[in-house]
C-alpha cells in the first residue's frame, strides 16, 4: 500500500469512527472544523493549504476580498476556526508568534452550522496592534452574538465585523 491509499483508508477509518459515535467528541469536532476552515479559506483566497509553523495557506493568486483586503500572491494566512463557544465567547487559540509568520489571520465561525459561516479575514498587523488579548497573545475573544444582545469583547467584535467577508455568509457549498 502506497503512502496515497493509506491516507485514504485511514480516513475512511476515521469517517466510520465518526459516524458510528453516539455522542459528540468536541477535540475531534475542532480539529475537523479546522480542516474545513483552512477548506473554505483556501478556496476564497485561491491558495494552497501547507500547514507550516505560524501560518496555513498561501496565496497562489492574487484576490480581492469583499472587505476591500486584497490577498497577493506569496501571501500567508493562518487560519482560526471556532466551532464551539464558552461563555457566550468565539475563542481562536495559540496565536502567540503568528504574527511573525503571517500576513493575515482568518477567523471562521462555524457555530451555527455549515450553512451561517461568519468569516473575518484581517491583515496580521492590524490583527495583532489593535485586538485585545490573553495568555500573553495566546487567545483571542469575540462576541458570540456579535454584540447584538450581549456587550462582550466591544474591541475585538468591531475587528472582526469590519474585516468580515460581505454577506455576513459564506455557504460551504460554495466552496465545495
Not at 1 to 15: G, Y
Not at 29 to 34: E, Y
Not at 142 to 148: D, I, L, R, V
Amino acid at each position: 500500500m502506497n503512502k496515497l491509499q493509506l491516507f485514504k483508508w485511514l480516513s475512511e477509518q476515521q469517517h466510520k469512527t465518526i459516524m458510528e459515535s453516539k455522542k459528540v467528541n468536541d477535540e475531534i469536532m475542532k480539529s475537523m472544523a479546522g480542516t474545513a476552515g483552512e477548506r473554505m479559506i483556501s478556496k476564497l483566497v485561491t491558495g494552497r493549504i501547507v500547514a507550516r509553523d505560524g501560518y496555513d495557506i498561501v496565496a497562489e493568486d492574487d484576490t480581492k476580498l469583499s472587505n476591500g483586503i486584497t490577498i497577493k500572491d506569496g501571501d500567508r494566512i493562518e487560519v482560526k476556526t471556532c466551532v464551539t463557544h464558552t461563555g457566550g465567547e468565539n475563542t481562536a487559540y495559540s496565536l502567540s508568534g503568528k504574527e511573525e509568520y503571517a500576513d493575515f489571520i482568518a477567523l471562521v465561525d462555524l457555530r451555527d452550522g455549515p450553512d451561517e459561516v461568519m468569516i473575518s479575514i484581517i491583515p496580521t498587523d492590524v490583527f495583532f496592534a489593535d485586538g485585545l488579548f490573553m495568555a500573553n497573545n495566546e487567545r483571542f475573544a469575540w462576541s458570540g452574538t456579535y454584540n447584538k444582545s450581549d456587550d462582550q469583547r466591544i474591541k475585538n467584535t468591531n475587528l472582526f465585523l469590519k474585516y468580515k467577508i460581505a454577506n455576513n455568509v459564506v455557504k460551504i457549498s460554495e466552496a465545495a
